[in-house]
């Protein structure tokens, strides 16, 4: 999860940073959300090419844009949509959960606040082991760590029995 703020200006610097971010995470197969003020307006894809090509190489590293309207508060006192501008974005790779997200009316800056909720898959209360095990730091080995909690999410992780699986 990450929020972010882009200055005005830096659109080529922050594109090639940005996106060199998205594919490592894609490329290790890290789940992200990352939401901010880009100062980039995705109601100009049909104007200027470099954000449609800067959307669609998004696009193209599996991520998706959750927000497609004006967040500015200010647009809510406009009446002409020529002035609304689409700088807050949010993007995901998030595929397993349904994901709703919108803009609630909420005028606490100049900014509306955006926001995403991801359907949370509960535990199984009698898959979820009683016992409680200490780590001691003294001795702390990284690698071990991330075993010990991979075989223990294999373990507690139960699948929603409504949910269909992936296919």
């Known amino acids: 999860m990450a929020s972010m703020y882009m200055l005005q200006g830096l659109f080529t610097f922050f594109r090639e940073m940005f996106l060199n971010t998205i594919r490592y995470l894609s ?9 901010g003020d880009f100062n980039i307006n ?8 470099n954000i449609k090509d800067y959307v669609n190489s998004l696009i193209s590293l599996s991520c998706k844009l959750l927000i497609s309207k004006p967040c500015l508060a200010s647009y809510l006192l406009v009446v ?5 501008t689409i ?3 949010m993007y995901i790779n998030d595929n397993k959960h ?7 009316i909420y005028e ?7 926001f995403a909720i991801a359907k949370q898959i509960q535990p ?3 898959n979820i082991s009683k016992n409680n095990q200490l780590r001691d730091m003294k001795c702390f080995y990284p690698e071990n ?7 223990t999410l294999n373990q507690t992780i139960v699948l929603d029995p409504d949910v269909p699986p992936d296919t």
């Open 27 to 35: 490329d290790h197969k890290h789940l992200y959300y990352i939401c």
């Open 42 to 49: 995705l109601g100009n894809l049909e104007v200027k090419s």
């Open 80 to 84: 002409s949509d020529h002035s609304a």
């Open 87 to 89: 700088i807050d974005h």
């Open 98 to 104: 349904d994901i709703l997200s919108g803009i609630p």
């Open 108 to 114: 606490i800056s100049d900014h509306l606040p955006i």
């Open 124 to 126: 199984n209360a009698r």
């Open 145 to 151: 760590f991330l075993f010990d909690l991979q075989q």
